[in-house]
């Protein structure tokens, strides 16, 4: 039999759950794909020293080494088999290995949904960070993270929320605009538009 594909993913604490939205991007594609695949549980700590002592290719933008990661088996073709970073680029290479199911890709709203979901989660990070934190992350995820983040100088609560107003009715709007109920009308199975 064929050897499926891994996914990297974040632990949460017991009893251990996927929580984290970047890899439930790509955790989404392949349930939706029903592509094969086993998770390989990774925690905050040990993602770069791991992908390093691979020799995986560090992102050019932003954190060097981010989960979702996913290992594509060795074939023919590719004795090594490969490692592919971020949500983006692996919706990419599966949507042209797996095509059908389609993921939409092209469609006109992705871009705009992309910015606009980026900035509802930048402008509520001081609303779901603490919480993740406290009831969702491991010791040492928890620990990893209070080095990441200062959450002193994000904005929560009702400030929060005021703040996030605007990009939140810029996404009803897009949603309306071909009636909904998702951002592609009636085609409710373009899960990663609404996910990115
Ligand atoms: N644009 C990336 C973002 C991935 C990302 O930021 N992942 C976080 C976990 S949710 C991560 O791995 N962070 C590593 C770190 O902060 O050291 C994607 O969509 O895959």
């Known amino acids: ?15 251990n759950r996927s929580w984290s939205y970047n890899p439930w991007k790509t955790r989404i594609v392949l349930n ?7 998770t390989h549980w990774i925690e905050f700590p040990d993602i770069a020293p791991h992908f390093e002592s691979l ?3 560090p992102n050019a933008q932003g954190t060097p080494y981010t989960v979702p990661t996913i290992h594509i088996p060795p074939s023919p ?24 199911p389609p993921l939409h890709l092209d469609a006109p709203q992705l871009a705009r949904a992309e910015e606009l979901w980026g900035q509802a989660l930048r402008a509520l990070m001081g609303v ?3 919480d993740v934190t406290r009831t969702l992350l491991t010791d040492r ?5 209070k080095d990441r983040i200062d ?17 939140i009715e810029a996404i009803g709007l897009l949603l309306k605009e071909k009636g909904g109920p998702f951002v592609m009308g009636e ?10």
Do not use: C, H, R
């Not at 090594?80 to 290479?93: F, L, P, R, T, W």
């Open 55 to 57: 020799g995986v290719p």
């Open 187 to 196: 085609t409710g199975k373009s899960y990663y538009i609404i996910f990115i």
């Open 128 to 130: 779901f960070v603490p």
């Open 32 to 38: 939706y794909k029903s592509i094969p695949y086993k």
């Open 77 to 100: 073709s590719q004795p090594k088999g490969e490692y592919i970073v971020d949500s983006k680029a692996i919706a990419i290479a599966l949507e042209a290995k797996y095509p059908d």
């Open 1 to 15: 039999m064929a050897q499926e594909i891994t996914l990297f993913d974040l632990p949460s604490k017991p009893p």
């Open 151 to 167: 959450l002193k100088t994000v904005v929560g609560g009702d400030e929060a929320w005021e703040g996030a107003k605007p990009v």
């Open 141 to 145: 995820n928890k620990e990893y993270m």
